[in-house]
């Protein structure tokens, strides 16, 4: 919508510059009320409050995304491109709050996104100053409808919060808290007439994705106590803040961090530094009082507080996206990947993105967000907050060359054109697999191709070899170094070849963009990309395959399993990958091929060799950090950098659809038709689980009993669903289903 559209005659007004977290306050009368509805937008993020009342629970709103047109040149590299831009509002049902007479609607103002200018190892990234528009409407009981706008008339002031930032955290002033100010009766005389500023250039929306919320409360427990500070443990890595109560008048400071050193003082190393310091201070606090921050979260384990005051709880927020599966099993490490999993995702998950991690960089990154798509939508309630993601990626999208951001919404940062680009394909697909909406499809097929003819126009020869100049053009990122050394851990540079990923996964993608056309009975749209497929699987061929060991690229870090996922290789090649991973028991892999390697696995036969390098317990492993106390999972196969990165917990998902068997078969969607069929592997005794779907909850459970197998496949109704091992199939019925396969070996 336009402005116009979507605020009729309201103005957009903002305190003086240098204020960044103001009060803002303004009054209206009316007559009977049979309902109210408000359309309001509070740039960066705002709380509303009428008559004294807080009108909603949401926290960080509106959501993040490409608020409007700015400078792209103040980047720390190049970027020319068009790209588009919208700016959510939110739209509230206020009718309890409105009184028949005079009443009052507040606001409070903070940064968030939008005028983040403190940090910018990525550029200058902030749009402008912070600002406010609203629009609310007044049914009486006639029928007749009274508009209040903002406008001129509002007064703002100074609030308690007198430094607010996404990533360094929040300064009060405890002496300015105001906590009535938009009470009936609250004297405002003195505060000071709103500047008007101009609209933002975008188009608006109302935020339809979820907020982030109050989610859960956990406690801290006392590691050990300083001098002048305590420092506490949460016991898992969270995202949110501390409830700091003092209890003595004074100033109180807050810091937070993942890690702590030897002598139990805060690390502050995988949160990115002093640099990046996550931190609060209530100057002036009373004792007794409750003290929070407003307009930011935190991502940690530790917190240490002066010692004039206490945690009274950790209080959890993330976006509200509630978990809708389950799984245990015998097995303690994918019980802890199951969990831990759950936890790095969520942690990452504000503001409508889903960030690479919730406290260095906080950005969408499109190759982490791609990769951990279907594992978020089919584990938890996501279908809106990805339904918003894509419309960041395709905004993210240059309008005349198809080239893909890599972070959604476009914030800098690196990554390369098919792990990072290819993510306006993969989402959609998935999210397409997952809820079977072909609109989605539709909506999202002319960004695949004008992504396609992007990766084309990087292509020599049928090789992608770069993407813009000067920019980034990562291949698979955080591998380990090929081989060990004696007593040591070697974390290096990825050596698999940066081409070789990016054209094999381009493969892939065009193969789904393929795909897609023909769902939408729309063959002729992608018919080109066959011939550009064909090209480049010679190319890939000619230059990175060995006839003579069947690998693609000398099989270094997982890469020949690119290769066997985008249909190319032979018998050899996947004897190679076997033989190779039965030698080493262990990842050597980076973010995709981690991903991609036991997939590769399970489709061809091989589960009993995907569930031991899940569950290895070498060096390069996921027990490696369980056992290290981790309670997100890492950026690197070492602690050595951020402790909450999802990225390698994409292959949770095969938890269900491997190990417990949920699938869907080759050419449905949406869950329209399930098959179960279970692989069975040595190491796994019993396992239990459930995801529920859009067309309802399916809980699969097996427990062992020698060579006998009892299963038990409980559907919601409606569920048309087949059970298939050993090459026998049965169709299930709605409800419980309890069946007993015999298996040999």
């Known amino acids: 919508m336009t402005q116009k559209e979507m605020f009729g005659d309201a103005k957009w007004v903002a305190?003086?510059?240098?204020?960044?977290?103001?009060?803002?306050?303004?009054?209206?009368?009316?007559?009977?009320?049979?309902?109210?509805?408000?359309?309001?937008?509070?740039?960066?993020?705002?709380?509303?409050?009428?008559?004294?009342?807080?009108?909603?629970?949401?926290?960080?709103?509106?959501?993040?995304?490409?608020y409007e047109r700015r400078n792209l040149n103040d980047f720390n590299y190049p970027i020319h491109d068009e790209l588009s831009y919208r700016t959510y509002c939110m739209r509230y049902d206020v009718t309890g709050c409105v009184l028949t007479g005079e009443n009052t609607l507040g606001v409070a103002l903070g940064c968030g996104w939008y005028n983040q200018n403190i940090y910018k190892s990525e550029g200058d990234i902030h749009y402008g100053r912070i600002k406010l528009c609203y629009k609310l409407e007044v049914e009486d009981e006639a029928g007749s409808?009274?508009?209040?706008?903002?406008?001129?008339?509002?007064?703002?002031?100074?609030?308690?919060?007198?430094?607010?930032n996404i990533y360094a955290g929040e300064i009060h002033d405890c002496s300015l808290e105001q906590k009535d100010f938009a009470e009936n009766g609250f004297d405002c005389s003195s505060w000071k007439p709103v500047e008007l500023l101009?609209?933002?250039?975008?188009?608006?929306?109302?935020?339809?994705?979820?907020?982030?919320?109050?989610?859960?409360?956990?406690?801290?427990?006392?590691?050990?106590?300083?001098?002048?500070?305590?420092?506490?443990?949460?016991?898992?890595?969270?995202?949110?803040?501390?409830?700091i109560v003092p209890n003595e008048d004074g100033d109180v400071k807050v810091r937070y961090a993942e890690q702590l050193f030897d002598d139990y003082t805060l690390s502050l190393n995988p949160t990115g530094g002093h640099y990046r310091a996550q931190k609060d201070e209530f100057r002036n606090a009373k004792k007794g009082e409750r003290y929070a921050p407003k307009f930011c979260w935190h991502a940690f384990r530790y917190i240490e507080v002066t010692n004039n005051a206490a945690p009274e709880y950790i209080q959890v927020v993330h976006s509200d996206c509630p978990v809708t599966s389950s799984f245990d099993s015998s097995n303690k490490l994918l019980n802890w990947l199951y969990k831990t999993y759950l936890r790095t995702q969520l942690d990452n998950m504000h503001c409508g993105v889903p960030s690479d991690c919730p406290h260095i960089e906080r950005l969408g990154y499109t190759g982490d967000g791609q990769l951990c798509a279907e594992a978020a939508m089919l584990m938890l309630d996501s279908k809106e907050f990805y339904r918003k993601w894509m419309e960041d990626i395709a905004d993210s999208q240059d309008i005349e060359s198809g080239h893909v951001q890599h972070t959604a919404p476009f914030c800098g940062g690196g990554g390369g054109p098919a792990g990072w680009g290819g993510a306006i394909v993969i989402v959609p697909y998935m999210f397409y697999r997952c809820f079977g909406e072909k609109e989605i499809l539709e909506r999202y097929l002319p960004n695949m191709l004008k992504y396609a003819d992007y990766m084309i126009s990087r292509s020599e020869n049928g090789l992608v070899w770069r993407e813009e100049d000067g920019g980034w053009c990562l291949g698979d990122w955080c591998a380990p170094f090929e081989y060990k050394f004696p007593n040591k851990k070697i974390v290096g540079k990825s050596i698999i070849p940066e081409t070789y990923v990016n054209t094999v996964m381009f493969i892939k993608q065009m193969q789904m963009i393929v795909e897609a056309a023909d769902i939408l009975g729309k063959p002729e749209a992608a018919a080109h990309l066959n011939g550009v497929i064909e090209k480049c699987k010679r190319a890939v061929t000619v230059a990175y395959y060995s006839p003579m060991y069947g690998s693609f690229a000398g099989n270094v870090q997982g890469a020949s399993c690119f290769a066997v996922d985008a249909g190319m290789g032979n018998e050899k090649t996947l004897k190679d990958i076997v033989a190779k991973y039965k030698g080493t028991g262990t990842f050597d892999t980076g973010i995709f091929a981690t991903d991609v390697l036991p997939r590769i696995l399970f489709e061809n036969g091989q589960a009993q060799l995907a569930f031991d390098l899940i569950t290895s317990k070498e060096d390069v492993s996921f027990h490696n950090m369980m056992v290290n106390g981790a309670t997100t999972l890492w950026e690197d196969w070492w602690p050595q950098r951020s402790l909450n990165h999802p990225m390698f917990g994409a292959l949770t998902r095969y938890l269900f659809i491997y190990l417990l068997g949920i699938r869907q078969p080759a050419g449905s969607a949406g869950f329209e038709?399930?098959?179960?069929?279970?692989?069975?592997?040595?190491?796994?005794?019993?396992?239990s689980g459930h995801i529920t779907t859009v067309k309802g909850k399916i809980e699969v459970s097996f427990v062992k009993h020698g060579s006998v197998v009892d299963f038990t496949v409980t559907l919601d109704s409606g569920i048309d669903a087949d059970f298939e091992l050993n090459?026998?199939?049965?169709?299930?019925?709605s409800g419980k289903n309890e069946l007993s396969v015999k298996i040999s070996g």
Do not use: M
């Open 15 to 66: 305190p003086e510059e240098s204020c960044t977290g103001p009060y803002i306050r303004g009054s209206f009368s009316a007559g009977s009320v049979k309902k109210a509805e408000i359309t309001i937008c509070g740039l960066g993020f705002f709380e509303l409050y009428i008559n004294g009342q807080r009108v909603s629970g949401d926290l960080l709103v509106p959501a993040n995304s490409q």
């Open 673 to 687: 038709k399930v098959l179960i069929s279970p692989c069975l592997v040595d190491g796994l005794d019993w396992a």
């Open 727 to 733: 090459g026998t199939k049965t169709h299930l019925k």
């Open 145 to 164: 409808i009274s508009t209040f706008v903002s406008d001129e008339s509002l007064k703002w002031t100074r609030s308690d919060v007198v430094f607010n």
């Open 198 to 243: 101009d609209p933002p250039e975008t188009e608006f929306y109302i935020q339809t994705c979820p907020p982030d919320r109050k989610i859960r409360t956990c406690a801290p427990v006392v590691v050990k106590k300083f001098a002048d500070v305590t420092v506490y443990d949460i016991g898992e890595a969270v995202s949110g803040w501390a409830v």
